[in-house]
């Protein structure tokens, strides 16, 4: 099989690690399969010291990811369907898969960027809610639709979306169901922009290109810090920025970027 055939694309650029869910005609649904490769992506992506962001998309122009797969993934983890390949097994075996493929219960200080390029449904969003910028086609919606199937959101929803929008939004979402425009999530805080279609993939990689050539070390402890905080008091929350800041004033990058600014040249930071 071609890599450009596998359900999921793993690419890395100058720095920036791409992962593309490519099951265009399943509306990128979560297969056992693209969750193991996800999972495992995602950890070479957090111990490759060479890549500094990523970006998270989906093939065509339908849906970012709709979610579990409702004809593989979730019959399997009911019991309903046994297990027929390595995929399914593993997925079984070890239960670290899917908060891994999700970013759940996942340390990870390296910034993602979602590019949404269509419909971004149930475990779909609740992966986007890990994210740390999310730019999104016109035309994508969002929703957490588990409980129309006698379901609930079980990879990150229940905590981070109450969190990150007002609480009343987040409880008409989880408990009816019914999806988001576009509009409506940029004007709740859930997105940060909206483009055409056509320039969703071009708006993603200028934005990771500027944080890939930022130091790395300053943008892990920013990413660290602001996740850790989240929840604390004001006095605990800055003792972690003072930690942070302790680790970035101590590195050679922290000399680095001042001194090329003096020297009128680019700054080469080397994540030391």
Not at 89 to 107: C, G, N, Q, T
Request: overall charge negative.
């Amino acid at each position: 099989m071609n890599a450009s055939d596998l359900p999921l694309i793993y690419e890395k650029h100058d720095g920036v690690a791409l992962l593309r869910i490519n099951r265009p005609d399943a509306r990128n649904a979560i297969s056992p399969e693209v969750a193991c490769r996800l999972a495992d992506a995602l950890t070479d992506f957090a111990d490759d010291d060479a890549l500094r962001v990523a970006i998270l998309t989906g093939t065509g122009d339908k849906a970012f990811c709709s979610g579990g797969d409702l004809a593989l993934t979730l019959p399997l983890m009911t019991g309903a369907r046994a297990p027929q390949d390595q995929w399914d097994r593993r997925l079984l075996d070890d239960p670290e898969i899917m908060s891994r493929s999700a970013l759940r219960d996942f340390e990870l200080n390296k910034p993602i960027i979602a590019a949404i390029n269509g419909h971004c449904m149930a475990g779909g969003m609740e992966t986007v809610l890990a994210t740390d910028i999310r730019i999104a086609a016109e035309h994508a919606t969002f929703a957490l639709p588990e409980v129309r199937r006698g379901l609930i959101p079980f990879a990150g929803a229940l905590v981070r979306l109450p969190r990150q929008v007002p609480y009343c939004l987040a409880m008409e979402m989880l408990l009816v169901g019914q999806p988001l425009s576009a509009e409506a999530a940029r004007e709740a805080g859930l997105i940060n922009r909206i483009v055409p279609q056509d320039a969703l993939m071009d708006t993603a990689w200028d934005l990771a290109r500027k944080i890939a050539a930022n130091g790395p070390i300053a943008v892990q402890e920013v990413k660290k810090t602001v996740l850790a905080a989240s929840g604390r008091t004001l006095q605990e929350g800055y003792a972690l920025e003072d930690a942070a800041k302790a680790r970035v004033m101590a590195s050679e990058d922290a000399r680095e970027g001042p001194r090329a600014f003096m020297e009128k040249r680019p700054a080469v930071f080397r994540g030391k």
